[in-house]
């Protein structure tokens, strides 16, 4: 537990805070958002999607890259892709980050390897931290997404503060599934 503390504590110590920012100015700007995952991290991507469009920012995900690819062949220079990959080695994700930056789109790649291909492609990083190559020496990749999902939650948190109508868009998400509940 306490190498998990590690990593959240590291992950979130470590982001540029004047970079942070500009992230944000870019998501608030954004007509879209797009989450692009593949394996593992598409819950974190789909996550990221949904708790976005609850804020009124307009963001897709889907677990079929073929259709995250296919979404970016559609945006244009006022939209931003967020790619999560834990390697930052995926094809599948740097043919998405090359086709949106081709497009004029601002990437941002959030992996746990700064040197990474995605991460030095993309023009913004946030690294997130992962420790368990230290206990599974035998593996090449890493299991965790709490680092990738902590990335997450913060922007969520950090547009969510600084959006004027977020808590109004919030709300009325919640009040139209309230008839779902028990």
Request: aromatic share 8%; net charge neutral; hydrophobic share 45%.
């Amino acid at each position: 537990m306490s190498n998990k503390y590690e990593e959240l504590k590291q992950t979130l110590s470590n982001i540029n805070v004047k970079e942070l920012a500009e992230i944000i100015k870019c998501i608030q700007n954004a007509r879209m958002v797009i989450f692009a995952a593949l394996g593992n991290t598409i819950p974190i991507a789909l996550d990221g999607a949904y708790k976005f469009n609850e804020l009124g920012i307009i963001a897709f995900s889907s677990p079929i890259w073929e259709n995250q690819l296919a979404v970016v062949h559609t945006i244009s220079k006022e939209d931003v892709v967020i790619a999560i990959s834990s390697s930052g080695e995926s094809k599948n994700l740097l043919t998405i980050a090359d086709t949106a930056m081709e497009k004029g789109a601002t990437v941002i790649a959030i992996t746990n390897y700064a040197k990474s291909s995605l991460a030095l492609k993309c023009k913004y990083h946030i690294n997130a931290v992962s420790r368990e190559r230290l206990f599974f020496k035998e593996f090449s990749f890493t299991f965790t997404r709490l680092a990738a999902m902590a990335v997450i939650e913060t922007l969520f948190f950090l547009l969510a503060s600084s959006k004027a109508d977020s808590h109004n868009c919030i709300n009325a998400h919640e009040q139209s599934i309230a008839d779902d509940k028990i």
